[in-house]
């Protein structure tokens, strides 16, 4: 299938550990990539391929995959992480972009 | 640094054709490490990818969109352009356009991003 899912909404105490999912068939085969976007703001990269983050992500950020499920893990999450977090790949072809359709993170 | 910023009309009639330029600084649109995307977001809602040129002239396009979406690079080596036919209030979103790179392994990401800008069809 051509599709990436996420979960609509994750909640996370303060300072607890949130985990947001991506699933996807091109996921087996195409790495994962997350994106953080606050309201009327433009998405930006919070995580790569395994486990990379781009300079200036704090290191409470990690990511992960296992076969068709990847993962972006928040420890330790702090008000600031609250935002809509999506996932991106390209389709099992390589010349189509997949989105999921976002989570919704919020920090209780 | 590589900046993007997103440039057209905000306000397109039903069945006309919605034009947008986005101009890059800092990069090369005609570069063969690149995809430049347009990607848009309906109001309150996730992110669509719409399609990309790369090599100075060859695109790909989300097929959902039905053959109504042409990327184009600019006559300047820094714009590509994004032409919408036939839209209806259903293309009423915020339109980004964005820069996506290959990486080792297996996988892309966008690294650059315009701030974005909200187009309206209304008559």
């Known amino acids: 299938s051509s599709e990436l899912t996420q979960d609509p909404a994750v909640s996370v105490a303060l300072g607890q550990t949130a985990r947001v999912t991506c699933r996807g068939d091109?996921?087996?085969?195409?790495?994962a990539s997350w994106y953080l976007q606050r309201p009327g703001q433009a998405p930006v990269l919070v995580m790569y391929g395994k486990n990379n983050r781009p300079s200036g992500i704090p290191d409470r950020f990690s990511g992960s995959t296992s076969g068709n499920t990847a993962s972006l893990t928040i420890a330790g999450a702090q008000a600031e992480d609250e935002a809509d977090y999506y996932c991106h790949s390209r389709d099992n072809s390589g010349n189509h972009v997949l989105f999921g359709g976002g989570t919704k993170l919020t920090v209780l | 640094q590589v900046q993007l910023q997103e440039s057209g009309p905000r306000l397109v009639k039903p069945s006309q054709t919605l034009s947008l330029t986005c101009t890059v600084s800092?990069?090369?649109?005609?570069?063969?490490?690149?995809?430049w995307s347009w990607i848009r977001q309906h109001s309150g809602k996730g992110l669509e990818w719409i399609g990309y040129i790369y090599n100075n002239g060859n695109a790909n396009y989300n097929p959902t969109l039905r053959g109504r979406a042409t990327i184009s690079a600019g006559t300047s080596k820094n714009q590509f352009s994004l032409r919408l036919s036939s839209v209806t209030a259903a293309d009423s979103a915020v339109y980004f356009c964005?820069?996506?790179?290959?990486?080792?392994?297996?996988?892309?990401?966008?690294?650059?991003w315009g701030q974005g800008t909200l187009v309206t069809v209304s008559s």
């Open positions: 964005a820069r996506e790179r290959n990486y080792y392994g297996a996988g892309s990401l966008f690294d650059y």
């Open positions: 800092g990069a090369s649109v005609s570069s063969g490490d690149y995809y």
């Open positions: 091109s996921l087996r085969s195409s790495d």
